[in-house]
């Protein structure tokens, strides 16, 4: 029997064969035997000749249904789950699988409530068993909700029933009420009657004997999260078992993996072929489901022509879009003249600009993080820029951003100076539920949800309150963070870069600030004292060493800025502002020789502020005298200027025009 491997029950085996399941029976608290439900089933047909792949959390319910008459299942529940069924696997989804656990134990039915459908049944049979139809009360089948007190008084009858074994899921449990903290008088009541039902709910042996099973009719809750009921119900007594139910682990996903290989790989590939492309798909699904496995495998086969392959429709399911900026032949043909286009926006940096690319480069290539186990959802790349300021590092991290995406609007930046508070997190991902505003998410997350494929720059990260940095190792690990409204949100075609100045001071024995490095410092020494700055700040100010791991080698340091590069800083930024004159005003402003050298004198002077300090001396003596005198001219200026004369009076710059 061959399947389409998407609809949930394909032929495969899982990779690790095991022994043949003995069915041996367990044993109940009271010392009757318990039917093993993960043994070979009489309706099997030959049941897998290893160890069926059951999930821990159906075993835990089966275990459960010997001490508890009420279950929470929480967590992921809306996902399929592996089961075995003959010599193939199913992937049923939640109340499939609990029937599947339910059936050789010898239940007649599984109840299914929720607050849409009303009450319903497995299996799904024309005509109910009278038993089951008198538990239900008229109930079954009917497509209508069911009020509270038609709940109540059917979980009433399961829980009471003494002639027919039978369970109750009630599913989409988490919208049975409004708000779990405020809840209406009816509403306290079902609960706490449900509470004294799970106290005097009573085992049921069936057929009726010394030998039979001692079993609970159980109730068995579904919500998204255990905190979804009242806490005084589900977690002040050991009547009711709560059950996460986790993410599938890499052991799922790789079974999963190899059921569905036949929609990834070529027909006629080989074995090793195929076991090799399950293995690369089960590495990159890392923290989704199964059902999410089986959803990138239709849409590579719906989009033959534009995924390529495992990689490209795992990142397009992520982060829902078919095109790769990453994998653009033109992104190539742009590294391959890269140094020069960013020398001509960065000046002096050359040190910089080279380690920056090899980074970039190794990014292009898919290799970052390729020493790990798994790098499938990790960040592109990472740069860590470090220096004097006022060097270029933000205006490098602009520069990478319309280099590697040809747009410069893709660059994202955060003042982490504005998250000093610990609370300031919440800006980041969104306030937690119950918050005010938790449901808008947070400008980290929804920036990066709208535009996956971007640079993200945290501007002096030093400033941010340590709590916040463990974000950044979410980030840096897992490539991925969930906000306040639960949605999470992908790291994975983006490039992280983070700046700071540590390394360019410390503090003496009186908590003073003392420069230690200077525009005199030599680049190995310059590099040697700011990598220990920074890795002595995180390692024991932040005491976040682990943030330091994560970042590797890389760590760019950046020059002071030399003479030679200051003069064409200077000379860069002068035509700016005449340019920029010409745009807004018509006026076309030259600028006398010896005007021009004063101007370079004085605002190259001191290079300890690096560019930044140049655009600032500039500001002061060249463009307020200049927008005063221009407003002076009145509406109608002449088209073309000179600054013939400059002068400083009383700490006030003047400049004359002719």
Not at 58 to 73: C, D, V
Not at 201 to 221: C, E, F, H, K, Q
Not at 545 to 558: A, K, S
Request: proline share 6%; hydrophobic share 40%; with cysteine.
């Amino acid at each position: 029997m061959q399947r389409d491997p998407t609809d949930g029950s394909a032929r495969g085996h899982p990779a690790d064969a095991a022994t043949e399941t003995t069915g041996a029976p367990s044993t109940s608290p009271d010392g009757s035997c318990v039917p093993d439900p993960y043994a070979k089933r009489p309706d099997s047909h030959g049941a897998p000749d290893h160890e069926p792949h059951v999930p821990a959390w159906l075993r835990e319910t089966g275990t459960a249904l010997l001490t508890n008459p009420q279950l929470l299942l929480y967590g992921n529940i809306r996902d399929s789950y592996l089961v075995p069924a003959g010599s193939t696997w199913r992937t049923p989804d939640i109340r499939e699988a609990v029937w599947w656990l339910l059936r050789p134990l010898g239940y007649d039915c599984l109840l299914i409530v929720d607050p849409i459908d009303g009450l319903t049944a497995l299996p799904n049979e024309d005509t109910p068993r009278e038993s089951v139809a008198r538990l239900a009360g008229g109930s079954l089948g009917t497509g209508r909700p069911l009020g509270l007190e038609t709940l109540l008084r059917v979980l009433r009858a399961v829980a009471g029933s003494t002639d027919a074994r039978v369970a109750v899921m009630v599913d989409y449990a988490s919208r049975l009420i409004r708000d779990v903290h405020q809840l209406g008088p009816e509403e306290h009541y079902f609960f706490a009657a449900c509470e004294k039902l799970s106290h005097t709910a009573r085992v049921l042996r069936l057929p009726a004997g010394n030998d039979a099973t001692p079993l609970y009719n159980p109730v068995i809750w579904v919500t998204n999260h255990d905190r979804d009921l009242p806490s005084w119900f589900t977690a002040d007594t050991a009547a009711i078992r709560r059950i996460a139910i986790p993410l599938p682990d890499l052991g799922d996903r790789k079974v999963a993996a190899e059921l569905l290989a036949s929609g990834l790989v070529d027909p006629a590939s080989s074995g090793a072929q195929r076991e090799e492309a399950a293995y690369r798909f089960a590495e990159q699904t890392q923290t989704l489901t199964l059902r999410s496995m089986m959803e990138i495998v239709r849409l590579a086969r719906t989009q033959s022509t534009i995924v390529q392959s495992i990689e490209d429709a795992t990142r397009c399911y992520r982060v829902g879009i078919l095109d790769n900026p990453w994998s653009k032949p033109f992104l190539r043909d742009r590294l391959a003249t890269a140094t020069r286009r960013l020398e001509t926006r960065v000046r002096g940096q050359e040190e910089a600009i080279g380690r920056s690319l090899d980074i970039i480069v190794r990014s292009v290539m898919g290799l970052s993080g390729a020493q790990t186990s798994s790098v499938a959802a990790r960040p592109r790349g990472t740069l860590f820029f470090a220096g004097p300021t006022g060097v270029g590092k933000t205006e490098l991290a602009k520069a990478l951003t319309e280099l590697i995406f040809g747009d410069e609007s893709a660059y994202i930046r955060f003042d982490m100076s504005e998250f000093a508070a610990e609370h300031a997190a919440e800006r980041l991902i969104g306030a937690p539920p119950g918050y005010v505003g938790h449901d808008a998410g947070g400008e980290l997350t929804n920036a990066v949800r709208e535009r996956p494929f971007s640079l993200i720059l945290f501007d002096e990260i030093e400033k941010a309150h340590p709590r916040i940095l463990d974000k950044f190792l979410q980030i840096l690990d897992d490539g991925r963070l969930t906000d306040g409204t639960g949605s999470t949100v992908y790291f994975s075609e983006a490039v992280l870069v983070f700046t700071s100045n540590l390394g360019m001071t410390r503090q003496d024995e009186r908590g003073r600030s003392v420069i230690v490095a200077t525009p005199e410092t030599s680049r190995d020494e310059l590099v040697s004292v700011v990598t220990s700055g920074i890795r002595q700040h995180i390692t024991e100010v932040l005491n976040r060493p682990e943030l330091l791991n994560r970042l590797g080698d890389n760590i760019v340091v950046f020059n002071f800025v030399g003479r030679a590069a200051a003069e064409e800083i200077f000379d860069l930024q002068v035509r700016r502002i005449t340019d920029l004159v010409e745009k807004e005003l018509h006026v076309r402003v030259e600028i006398a020789a010896d005007v021009r050298e004063v101007l370079r004198a004085v605002a190259t002077a001191d290079l300890s502020l690096g560019g930044r300090g140049i655009g600032s001396l500039l500001e002061t003596a060249l463009v307020n005298p200049l927008a005063r005198t221009l407003f002076t001219q009145g509406a109608n200026p002449a088209p073309r200027q000179t600054v013939v004369a400059i002068a400083c009076d009383d700490s006030r710059w003047r400049v004359t025009l002719r």
